[in-house]
């Protein structure tokens, strides 16, 4: 089974909805984080939890909220969905003071 | 601020020829350096690492050497393989925070 899993795996939905992206992990890490991927940018952080009683915005927090359940639950909202939110997004796990991260399989977004 | 640039794709090389893949960052403290590497329809996974100046960070016959004086760490691969097709992503990490990604190269191999 995977260490990182992430669920829908792919999702269509219109502009205002709100959503649910959600990620869980076997690895035992406190670290979580959430990332977007678009082509030509790259990956840019969102959220990011050094434990579940810690949440820290990203570069692109705006139109985001995230909710840390438990150590080895992190989930990422979009109040109201807009098309430019678009994207592939990432969810991953880091061991403190390590620095490798370990990164799920990825849910499509597609905003309509 | 922090930042990591890395050379624009695609990529194109025939099957066995020598992959350099640039990559070039700033920071203000001591990064360590990554690649990371996303296989078609998956998440990224670590390639290969270094978390000071003239380390060798090396993998699946992929190498970087951390270059301080120039601030790089370029990709080598000196035979790449139809299997090697992917987007590689260059990355760095300052304190005990978050990592910064380059934009990512996509990388085509023709057999």
């Known amino acids: 089974d995977a260490d990182v899993t992430q669920t829908p795996r792919n999702r269509i939905t219109k502009t205002g909805k709100r959503i649910m992206l959600e990620c869980s992990q076997t690895k035992g890490h406190d670290r979580m984080y959430w990332y977007r991927q678009d082509p030509g940018l790259g990956l840019r952080l969102i959220y990011y939890s050094f434990d579940v009683k810690d949440i820290n915005k990203g570069e692109i927090s705006d139109g985001y909220s995230v909710s840390r359940q438990a150590q080895a639950k992190f989930s990422l909202s979009l109040e109201s969905a807009i098309p430019n939110q678009t994207a592939l997004y990432f969810c991953?796990?880091?061991?403190?003071?390590?620095?490798?991260?370990?990164f799920g399989p990825g849910t499509r977004l597609l905003v309509l | 601020g922090d930042s990591v640039t890395q050379m624009e794709g695609p990529v194109t090389l025939s099957e066995e020829a020598f992959l350099t893949i640039n990559c070039t960052y700033t920071?203000?403290?001591?990064?360590?350096l990554f690649w990371y590497v996303q296989y078609p329809g998956e998440g990224l996974q670590l390639l290969l690492k270094a978390t000071k100046a003239d380390d060798k960070g090396s993998n699946k016959g992929f190498e970087a050497t951390y270059r301080k004086e120039t601030t790089s760490f370029h990709l080598e691969k000196g035979s790449v393989q139809v299997s090697d097709s992917a987007v590689y992503f260059c990355a760095l990490r300052v304190g005990d925070d978050k990592i910064i990604f380059g934009k990512g190269t996509r990388l085509h191999i023709l057999p």
């Open positions: 920071a203000t403290g001591y990064p360590s």
């Open positions: 991953a796990t880091s061991e403190e003071y390590q620095e490798t991260q370990y």
